[in-house]
Protein backbone atom coordinates (compact mmCIF):
# COMPACT_ATOMS: atom_id res chain seq x y z
CA UNK A 1 0.00 0.00 0.00
CA UNK A 2 1.38 3.25 -0.91
CA UNK A 3 2.24 6.13 1.76
CA UNK A 4 -0.43 8.48 0.92
CA UNK A 5 -3.33 5.53 0.65
CA UNK A 6 -1.85 4.37 4.31
CA UNK A 7 -1.97 8.16 5.38
CA UNK A 8 -5.73 8.70 3.71
CA UNK A 9 -6.99 5.70 5.92
CA UNK A 10 -4.98 6.86 9.09
CA UNK A 11 -6.64 10.14 8.43
CA UNK A 12 -10.21 8.62 8.02
CA UNK A 13 -9.65 6.45 11.23
CA UNK A 14 -8.89 10.03 12.98
CA UNK A 15 -11.78 12.10 11.62
CA UNK A 16 -14.30 9.15 12.53
CA UNK A 17 -12.86 8.75 16.29
CA UNK A 18 -13.60 12.59 16.27
CA UNK A 19 -16.67 12.83 14.71
CA UNK A 20 -18.05 10.02 17.11
CA UNK A 21 -16.99 12.55 19.79
CA UNK A 22 -14.77 9.93 21.65
CA UNK A 23 -11.75 11.65 21.65
CA UNK A 24 -9.79 15.37 20.53
CA UNK A 25 -6.87 15.61 18.30
CA UNK A 26 -4.97 15.69 20.80
CA UNK A 27 -5.36 12.70 21.94
CA UNK A 28 -5.10 10.50 18.79
CA UNK A 29 -1.45 12.53 18.61
CA UNK A 30 -0.98 11.25 21.52
CA UNK A 31 -2.28 7.47 21.79
CA UNK A 32 -3.55 6.56 18.30
CA UNK A 33 -0.73 7.73 15.98
CA UNK A 34 1.97 6.04 17.83
CA UNK A 35 0.06 2.77 17.95
CA UNK A 36 -0.73 2.73 14.38
CA UNK A 37 0.96 0.39 12.07
CA UNK A 38 2.39 2.88 9.56
CA UNK A 39 5.44 4.61 8.49
CA UNK A 40 6.10 7.95 10.29
CA UNK A 41 6.07 10.04 7.23
CA UNK A 42 2.00 8.36 6.61
CA UNK A 43 1.67 9.50 9.94
CA UNK A 44 2.50 12.85 9.68
CA UNK A 45 0.65 13.45 6.55
CA UNK A 46 -2.71 11.95 8.12
CA UNK A 47 -1.82 14.34 11.05
CA UNK A 48 -2.02 17.05 8.98
CA UNK A 49 -4.70 16.05 6.31
CA UNK A 50 -7.05 15.95 9.93
CA UNK A 51 -6.13 19.09 10.77
CA UNK A 52 -6.74 20.75 7.15
CA UNK A 53 -10.00 19.36 7.49
CA UNK A 54 -11.51 19.52 10.49
CA UNK A 55 -9.99 23.47 10.71
CA UNK A 56 -12.66 23.67 7.49
CA UNK A 57 -14.65 21.39 8.58
CA UNK A 58 -17.90 23.59 8.76
CA UNK A 59 -17.46 24.72 4.79
CA UNK A 60 -16.70 21.63 3.67
CA UNK A 61 -19.95 20.29 6.07
CA UNK A 62 -21.98 23.02 4.11
CA UNK A 63 -20.99 22.33 1.06
CA UNK A 64 -21.84 18.35 1.43
CA UNK A 65 -25.29 19.43 2.63
CA UNK A 66 -25.72 21.04 -0.56
CA UNK A 67 -24.79 18.07 -2.69
CA UNK A 68 -26.36 15.25 -1.08
CA UNK A 69 -29.67 15.66 -1.92
CA UNK A 70 -32.12 14.32 0.23
CA UNK A 71 -29.15 12.78 2.47
CA UNK A 72 -28.54 14.44 5.74
CA UNK A 73 -25.27 14.47 6.85
CA UNK A 74 -25.88 12.95 10.66
CA UNK A 75 -28.17 9.63 8.80
CA UNK A 76 -24.77 8.86 6.51
CA UNK A 77 -23.12 6.36 7.36
CA UNK A 78 -20.10 7.67 9.56
CA UNK A 79 -17.30 6.04 7.50
CA UNK A 80 -19.23 7.50 4.53
CA UNK A 81 -19.79 10.76 5.63
CA UNK A 82 -15.80 11.04 7.00
CA UNK A 83 -14.13 9.82 3.43
CA UNK A 84 -16.23 12.44 1.94
CA UNK A 85 -15.09 15.26 4.39
CA UNK A 86 -11.32 13.93 3.49
CA UNK A 87 -11.70 14.39 -0.21
CA UNK A 88 -13.92 17.35 -0.21
CA UNK A 89 -10.97 18.88 2.06
CA UNK A 90 -8.51 17.10 -1.06
CA UNK A 91 -10.34 18.63 -3.72
CA UNK A 92 -11.10 22.34 -2.70
CA UNK A 93 -7.75 23.32 -0.94
CA UNK A 94 -4.97 20.59 -1.78
CA UNK A 95 -3.43 21.77 -4.76
CA UNK A 96 -0.95 19.13 -5.28
CA UNK A 97 -3.75 16.14 -5.54
CA UNK A 98 -5.83 16.14 -8.94
CA UNK A 99 -9.44 16.13 -8.39
CA UNK A 100 -9.33 12.79 -10.00
CA UNK A 101 -6.97 11.09 -7.37
CA UNK A 102 -8.72 12.15 -4.42
CA UNK A 103 -12.28 10.61 -6.12
CA UNK A 104 -10.28 7.40 -6.61
CA UNK A 105 -8.70 7.20 -3.38
CA UNK A 106 -12.17 8.12 -1.20
CA UNK A 107 -14.09 5.10 -3.65
CA UNK A 108 -11.60 2.73 -3.09
CA UNK A 109 -10.96 3.31 0.93
CA UNK A 110 -14.84 3.91 1.55
CA UNK A 111 -15.12 0.40 -0.62
CA UNK A 112 -12.48 -1.05 2.04
CA UNK A 113 -14.01 0.11 5.29
CA UNK A 114 -17.88 0.36 4.11
CA UNK A 115 -19.69 -0.97 1.58
CA UNK A 116 -19.69 -1.48 -1.93
CA UNK A 117 -22.98 0.96 -2.43
CA UNK A 118 -20.89 3.54 -0.32
CA UNK A 119 -18.50 3.46 -3.12
CA UNK A 120 -21.51 4.86 -5.63
CA UNK A 121 -22.78 7.12 -3.11
CA UNK A 122 -19.10 8.72 -2.14
CA UNK A 123 -18.72 8.77 -5.97
CA UNK A 124 -22.12 10.41 -6.92
CA UNK A 125 -21.10 13.10 -4.57
CA UNK A 126 -17.73 13.88 -5.62
CA UNK A 127 -18.73 13.96 -9.03
CA UNK A 128 -20.82 16.88 -8.14
CA UNK A 129 -18.55 18.24 -6.01
CA UNK A 130 -16.09 18.34 -9.00
CA UNK A 131 -18.53 19.39 -11.66
CA UNK A 132 -19.53 22.39 -9.81
CA UNK A 133 -15.81 23.53 -9.13
CA UNK A 134 -15.24 23.49 -13.30
Given at each position: ??????????????????????????????????????????????????RNTWDRLSDIDRRLRNLAEHWDLARMAAVDRNILRLATYEILYDAEIPKSVAINEAIEIVKRYSTEESGKFVNGILDKLDKNQN
Open positions: MGLKRRSRELALQMLFQMDMGTVQLKDLEENFLPQASAADMAKVMALQMV
